[in-house]
């Protein structure tokens, strides 16, 4: 039986951007070439929904795992765990471009964790972190020699879930409704539809938007739930907290994602990047709220604010900070103050 290998995913970027098709097809293109690994593409992962033929195909492989996205890897990780995606955290090398300062020290204190423990190694990249394919293919082809035994030189196949991540030339030759393989290391092969091909639609997944729990961070301490008036969440059987139903979430809308206090809580496709799954240090590690100092809403009213909206938006009435997290404030209220309160007093005494 040949060694099997390492299986790298790309998780293409929603819409028709050339750029980030390029960068995608590129990487596929030189992995099939040097052989070293099984490559698929599918369409954006956060978009699909949990029956899709693609996260079907990935729970269904059991060795280790690549994952490029274009989501900050602590989104896409804890993305693949919603789905049932899970294994242990593979460390890439990929150089970075330039030093994040607000990377999280080593001895945050840590969540309740996943309760999918696989053992594999499942190994997650930012494809907006370099412009250059190849980076990610030298990182790529560290992890195979590393991962799984050096392969056998036998015919390399790719899956591609759509058939326009191949040139047009080719896409001509593939049934419009089929997924297909193309076998590689000979010159001159085309493409066939595959005999064990799943059929499935070629369009992409609609766009969605729901919340991610980050469990490395989670403390389980449902704020969150207290804080959502839409149903979005739920427990478990364990009594640990998940996203129950995740289309009742309103679009563009983070609040319950500005209300954890362990910042756990991400929204991949929001264009802040803490609340998009940056490696920031967990929230409650940066003591004084600066917009407090320029008469900003803190992220506490922001978040009432942007719930408020959405409640009136459903024909409800707006509730303010009255639901769902008057329970840290009545708790502060309770401690006396320390320096830090002291010093905010005299700021406000300022009338800054």
């Not at 729990?213 to 640990?240: A, H, K, P, W």
Request: aromatic share 6%.
């Amino acid at each position: 039986m040949a060694p099997r290998k390492l299986t790298v995913v790309i998780s293409q970027s929603p819409g028709k951007n050339p750029v980030k098709r390029e960068l995608e097809e590129e990487i596929a293109t030189q992995l099939m070439l040097a052989g070293c690994c099984e490559v698929s593409l599918i369409p954006n992962l956060y978009d699909l929904p949990a029956d899709h033929h693609g996260l079907l195909w990935l729970r269904s492989i059991s060795g280790d795992l690549v994952v490029l996205s274009w989501l900050y890897e602590r989104a896409a990780r804890w993305t693949l765990d919603r789905n049932g995606i899970s294994g242990l955290e593979g460390v890439t090398q990929l150089p970075k471009e330039e030093e994040d300062s607000t990377e999280e020290p080593a001895d945050t204190p840590r969540g309740i964790g996943s309760v999918r423990k696989t053992n594999r190694h499942i190994y997650v990249m930012d494809l907006r972190q370099h412009h250059e394919a190849a980076v990610y293919l030298e990182e790529i082809q560290r992890i195979a020699r590393e991962a799984v035994p050096p392969p056998t030189l036998v015919p390399l196949e790719i899956s591609f879930g759509k058939p326009e991540a191949l040139p047009a030339e080719t896409v001509a030759q593939v049934p419009a409704a089929m997924e297909f393989k193309l076998p590689l290391g000979f010159p001159g092969m085309t493409p066939v539809a595959s005999e064990t091909a799943v059929a499935a639609p070629v369009t992409d997944p609609r766009r969605r938007w729901y919340p991610v729990i980050d469990y490395s961070r989670c403390t389980n301490c449902m704020e969150c739930i207290d804080f959502c008036l839409f149903g979005v969440y739920g427990v478990d059987q364990l009594d640990r907290i998940l996203v129950e139903e995740q289309d009742n979430c309103k679009r563009g809308c983070p609040a319950c994602s500005r209300v954890c206090p362990a910042n756990a809580i991400i929204f991949p496709e929001h264009k802040t990047a803490a609340i998009a799954g940056a490696p920031t240090a967990a929230a409650g590690d940066f003591k004084i709220d600066l917009s407090k100092l320029f008469g900003a809403p803190s992220a506490l009213e922001l978040a009432a604010q942007e719930r408020d909206t959405e409640l009136v938006a459903d024909g409800r009435d707006a509730v303010g900070l009255s639901v769902g997290i008057p329970k840290r404030q009545s708790a502060q209220a309770e401690q006396p103050k320390d320096d830090l309160d002291n010093l905010m007093d005299a700021l406000d005494d300022l009338e800054l």
